[in-house]
């Protein structure tokens, strides 16, 4: 970080960031496509000035800190959060992701508006990977406002694939997450 750069620091309290797992196979018509809270996460950015130019940032998440959000019985709640934490994420063996970005390119698209493309290196299961997303990046006078989506598929990072209910409900390998973020300005 510059002396001149600007500071953002994750009001993790006033963001969101979930996980969506999808049903496969033949009972995925009618199986449960879980939705997951992260809930214990830390991050910042920093750029070298309000055009968002140099865009930095680092995100952490504990991996034991996923919470179900589905209506679904308690006994489902707790099989599924043992199947992520015990045979999926290892939290015991992994208990942290890491996101750190190498690379970013900010286009303006509006009045404090713009679109961000962030390159990285996503840690997660003991596995490195580069990792890209974008953002739609909204600037006020002490916060900064960003969402989006993107996708990581869980055998990049040498993920088990889930499997519940007796191998009866399969997981997709592909994960979506969805992010809408508020950053207050540091001074």
Do not use: C
């Amino acid at each position: 970080m510059t002396p001149s750069s600007i500071r953002y620091v994750i009001d993790t309290r006033a963001s969101q960031f979930t996980v969506q797992a999808f049903a496969s196979g033949l009972i995925s018509v009618i199986a449960h496509s879980p939705k997951l809270a992260i809930r214990d996460w830390a991050g910042e950015a920093s750029a070298a000035d309000d055009d968002l130019r140099d865009l930095s940032l680092n995100v952490h998440l504990k991996t034991d800190s996923l919470e179900v959000l589905d209506e679904i019985r308690d006994s489902d709640k707790r099989e599924l959060r043992r199947v992520m934490n015990e045979e999926v994420l290892e939290t015991a063996r992994f208990p942290e992701v890491v996101f750190k970005s190498t690379d970013s390119q900010a286009t303006k698209l509006g009045d404090a508006l713009y679109r961000v493309n962030v390159r990285g290196r996503l840690t997660l299961h003991g596995v490195s990977n580069e990792h890209s997303f974008a953002a739609q990046v909204s600037l006020g006078a002490d916060t900064a406002r960003a969402y989006g989506e993107f996708s990581v598929s869980q055998t990049q990072y040498d993920m088990h694939i889930a499997s519940i209910a007796g191998g009866n409900l399969k997981l997709r390998d592909e994960l979506k997450l969805t992010y809408y973020v508020v950053a207050r300005k540091q001074p």
